[in-house]
């Protein structure tokens, strides 16, 4: 995660998957609060990377097979990643492109390739925080776009197993209102004319990595042709369970400062 302040006055608001509080308010986490305005202007290393990653995915829509429809989802992604700053939260919008291949792979039960493309989602987030640290543009504009690109590949991974039918369905749209509500709440805020600003919450990291390990496990299992029953049925019970605590812990911070959301 990037951790230092991002400078700017006309912006956009990034409000998913962690605290929120206010100037003034009584903190509700440890960590330095991270400002919600950045600059909106066309970034260099964005384009570039755009044209990379769109390029990579026309080869991987005719490689697989895949609708050429898939190639719309890359251009959106590149048309808004040539908006975002630095090279490591290029690195992070990996994720958000491989939303695409894990959605493919899941729904048509190749669960070989789709844990390649987990194992390649969960390398980026290795890397994106090194990049950043490399290139010295660390930024809590960084911390606030992992989670977003977090809940897409997550996302389109569990409603692809879901429609496959590997993955129970309930349980799928538990993993996508993990991400979603949080995000609707803190657009909520915004439109109410509020100024968040963002912090990492404990419980919405765990909940992360508790979902892309056993969601990964059943993947990579499966693609053994190995039991994935006992994952399986930890998934249905440690999920609902994760992703409970993380709004429970967003309900006790809203609590303890009114006024104060705290999307996880």
């Known amino acids: 995660m990037r951790h230092q302040a991002v400078s700017g006055r006309a912006g956009v608001r990034a409000a998913v998957a962690l605290a929120v509080t206010f100037p003034g308010r009584p903190a509700v ?4 609060p991270v400002a919600t305005l950045v600059d909106v202007r066309l970034h260099r ?13 026309v080869l991987w829509t005719w490689a697989a097979g895949a609708s050429p429809l898939l190639i719309g ?39 070989a390739f789709l ?16 990049v950043a640290r490399r290139f010295a543009h660390p930024s809590n504009f960084g911390g606030g776009l992992d989670p977003v690109v977090d809940g897409l590949f997550v996302g389109a991974l569990a409603i692809g197993l879901a429609l496959g039918g590997a993955f129970p ?36 990291q765990v909940s992360t990595v508790l979902i892309l390990f056993l969601v ?15 994952l399986a ?13 993380t709004f429970v812990h967003l309900a006790w911070a809203s609590r303890r ?3 104060v959301a705290e999307p996880g």
Request: aromatic share 8%; charged share 10%; net charge neutral.
């Open 45 to 57: 290393t964005g384009v570039i990377a755009g044209l990379i990653y769109v390029l990579l995915g």
């Open 216 to 230: 990964g496990g059943i993947c990579l299992l499966r693609g053994l042709h190995q039991d994935s029953s006992g």
């Open 257 to 259: 400062a009114v006024g």
């Open 115 to 130: 844990a390649v493309a987990v194992a390649l989602a969960g390398l980026t987030d290795l890397v994106d925080g090194t």
């Open 73 to 111: 989802w890359f251009v959106a992604v590149a048309i808004a990643g040539a908006f975002v700053p630095g090279e490591a939260n290029q690195v992070s919008l990996a994720r958000a492109y491989l939303a695409a291949p894990a959605f493919v792979y899941a729904l048509a039960g190749q669960f």
């Open 29 to 32: 986490a440890e960590s330095e």
């Open 233 to 245: 049925s930890a998934a249905v019970v440690v999920i609902p369970l994760a992703t409970l605590a």
């Open 169 to 204: 369905l309930w349980l799928a749209l538990v993993v996508v209102a993990r991400y979603l509500l949080p995000a609707l709440g803190g657009g909520l805020l915004i439109m109410l004319g509020r100024r968040p600003e963002l912090r990492h919450t404990l419980t919405g």
